[in-house]
């Protein structure tokens, strides 16, 4: 089969004669009908990551056909359409066992690599917990936007803006993919006001379509105009979606007396902040930091995505062969794209 390898920072190559996939008993093989591009692989591509060792099969959002079924396997069958989040829990550890699946002693052990394929192994490990069938309404493009979705569906479980809050303001720090992700689930959660605050005119705009009340670019006065909306306020909801220690720095300083940060942004491994304690004792500020996603977050993501009325056309921007894949993420960084579906057996394949 073909497939894109991550050989080192900066390089990536296209096998012509990688080794087909073979399922496990409890396995499935996965025809790719589309993967896309994120900002983690972007991060990866750039600089290395520590969860993807080079040289490494590249790419974890897909969804794709059922072409292979393990003889243990229960409740799939071939030609089923799927989509799929890249990690499954072991359910036994410590952490399983309180709840918090998103922190599975072993969750990166059997981590999905290699979306950007003809064909991907999904293990027993993943099935369990973390498929789920493709609506029929919904593009294998788009389907392919469960697992990032699921890690805003984990972030936005833990603050306090899932019941129809409407006279709240959200700020959104950054307005790339996950920012604009957030953007969609918080308006079809009800919350009320959502900012946000980018530096490419391009995703800005996207972000206009996608239903954000107000956009602030990069030759905006942030602070004030921030106060200018809330009445001097600030925010009642700060998610930093950017991974920049600056911005973490910043975003507490934006909210409101009593409000809430979520960092969400991953930094480089040894960052260290500076945050002020003032504001987080005195003003009770609360700080989450949430990591990844439980089994019950893919659940509500594979809802959100499979709501008919949701539109998520605007994620991609962008198509792209396994070919072009060296090229795309050449230009990925220049902020003009929000995701590129990457259709390793050709346009019209989705």
Not at 150 to 158: K, L, Q
Request: include cysteine; aromatic fraction near 6%; glycine fraction near 10%.
């Amino acid at each position: 089969m073909k497939r894109c390898i991550l050989q080192e920072p900066g390089l990536i190559i296209v096998e012509d004669d990688a080794p087909d996939p073979r399922p496990g008993p409890g396995d499935i093989v996965l025809e790719v009908r589309a993967a896309l591009t994120c900002g983690t692989d972007l991060k990866a591509w750039r600089r290395g990551h520590p969860r993807m060792p080079c040289p490494t099969p590249f790419g974890h959002e897909f969804a794709g056909r059922v072409v292979q079924v393990g003889a243990a396997v229960e409740g799939f069958a071939l030609d089923d359409e799927l989509m799929s989040a890249n990690t499954g829990p072991c359910n036994n550890c410590r952490y399983c066992q309180r709840g918090q699946q998103n922190l599975c002693e072993s969750l990166m052990d059997e981590m999905i690599l290699g979306a950007y394929s003809q064909y991907l192994l999904i293990t027993e490990r993943v099935l369990r917990s973390n498929v789920y069938r493709r609506p029929d309404h919904l593009p294998f493009e788009h389907a392919a936007l469960l697992e990032p979705l699921s890690t805003v569906c984990h972030g936005m479980s833990g603050v306090p803006l899932r019941d129809r809050d409407e006279s709240a303001t959200v700020l959104l720090l950054g307005a790339g993919p996950i920012a604009l992700l957030w953007l969609v689930a918080l308006k079809r959660a009800g919350a009320g006001r959502v900012v946000v605050a980018g530096r490419r005119p391009f995703r800005l705009e996207v972000a206009s379509r996608l239903g954000a009340d107000a956009v602030l670019g990069e030759d905006d006065d942030l602070e004030a105009s921030l106060a200018q909306l809330t009445g001097g306020r600030g925010a009642d909801l700060v998610v930093e979606c950017t991974g920049s220690i600056e911005v973490w720095e910043q975003a507490p300083q934006l909210a409101a007396r009593g409000g809430s940060v979520v960092l969400f942004g991953g930094c480089p491994a040894g960052s260290r902040v500076s945050l002020d304690s003032y504001r987080l004792h005195y003003d009770g500020v609360a700080i989450a930091s949430p990591f990844h996603f439980c089994p019950a977050d893919v659940e509500v993501a594979a809802g959100l995505l499979g709501d008919p009325s949701a539109n998520w056309s605007p994620f991609i921007t962008s198509t792209a062969s396994l070919d072009e894949l060296p090229a795309v993420f050449e230009n990925l960084g220049a902020g003009q794209q929000v995701k590129c579906a990457v259709l390793p057996h050709g346009p019209g394949s989705s």
